[in-house]
């Protein structure tokens, strides 16, 4: 039986509620984008320019699904696909200029969000927090990395 205060059961399932906020967040504010729409879009502008297998990566999601948010949010003018400067073959994806009141509402409704689940924490410990979280994901950034016999294998 897993334990529900482990290090792995507690960071998945605040991801999974925060989540879970920010989409019922996005729908309530009345934005007109679908949760999965929105976080393609956030991640689109984060990353500024990025092939979609990046994109993809980056929300733990199939490149299909993630293809299917990008045309829907190119259908409606807040991305665009350009040819890859470094693969011809590749597109990059980018957030229009349309798109920026609609990534400052997302922003917004983020930020809010953050605010409410960190109540009640010091600046300090906020502070701690997140420097043990990107220590944890240095670790397993590190632990990930394909070792010199498995990189020679592929």
């Known amino acids: 039986m ?3 205060q482990t290090f792995g059961f507690l960071v ?3 991801a ?3 989540r879970t906020l920010l989409e019922r967040r996005i729908a309530s504010a009345g934005l007109d984008i679908t949760p999965g729409e929105a ?3 956030l991640h689109i502008a984060s990353l500024g320019s990025a092939r979609q297998t990046l994109i993809a990566e980056r929300m733990g999601i199939e490149p299909m ?3 299917t948010y990008i045309d829907r949010l190119e259908n409606r003018g807040l991305v665009v696909r350009e040819a890859d400067p470094t693969d011809r073959r590749a597109k990059q994806v980018r957030a229009t200029e349309a798109a920026t009141p609609l990534i400052a509402d997302l922003q917004a409704v983020s930020a809010a969000m953050r605010a409410d689940v960190l109540d009640g924490l010091t600046a300090a410990e906020r502070d701690a927090m997140m420097n043990a979280l990107r220590h944890a994901h240095a670790n397993l950034q ?3 990395a394909p070792q010199p016999a498995e990189a020679l294998a592929s």
């Open 2 to 4: 897993a334990e529900p």
């Open 12 to 14: 998945n399932d605040v």
């Open 16 to 18: 999974r509620l925060t």
């Open 39 to 41: 976080r393609a879009l």
């Open 65 to 67: 699904t993630a293809c």
């Open 142 to 144: 590190d632990l990930l």
